[in-house]
């Protein structure tokens, strides 16, 4: 329980900006902490995160181990019942190209995948490469004419 007594300060102390170029008396005049000369000391001076002054990175160094299936994983342009819902009207067709002409997908290649978020009660011809579980139960409840592309 937390009462006044147990309470905490945990904020940090607030720290003061460092004032440079003020004199050797400040400890950070002249060079203002940059030093006399190298990359660090121009004006404009950034360094490439994992830069190391021309030696070879090190992440560079470091073997590359194990297999990424990442570049071999099927990318599917997809679209919701709930979104299907709202921009089709009965008996029209859902597939890659009504989809394009009504601006959901961007002269998209890639499969078309059904989704389940949303409800359907129009009926509408769906053609699609593949649909989610929650969407098929919903279509089969909703009795849609759906057909499953190669």
């Not at 904020?11 to 003061?16: A, G």
């Not at 006399?36 to 992440?59: D, I, P, T, V």
């Not at 470091?62 to 570049?71: K, V």
């Not at 997908?105 to 978020?117: A, E, F, R, T, Y």
Request: proline share 1%; hydrophobic share 25%; net charge positive.
């Amino acid at each position: 329980m937390v009462t006044l007594s147990t309470l905490k300060n945990t904020s940090r102390k607030v720290k003061s900006r460092k004032r440079v170029g003020r004199g050797i008396g400040s400890g950070l005049g002249k060079t203002c902490g940059r030093g006399y000369k190298g990359q660090g000391s121009r004006s404009g001076a950034r360094r490439r995160y994992g830069y190391e002054g021309g030696q070879m990175r090190l992440f560079k160094k470091l073997p590359t181990r194990g297999f990424s299936n990442a570049r071999y994983t099927k990318r599917y342009a997809t679209v919701n019942l709930g979104e299907i819902e709202k921009a089709y009207q009965d008996g029209e067709t859902v597939n890659l190209q009504s989809l394009n002409e009504k601006g959901f997908l961007i002269k998209s290649n890639s499969p078309l995948k059904i989704l389940g978020d949303g409800n359907l009660s129009k009926k509408v011809v769906i053609e699609a490469h593949a649909f989610t579980q929650t969407a098929q139960d919903k279509l089969k409840k909703a009795k849609v004419n759906c057909k499953t592309l190669s």
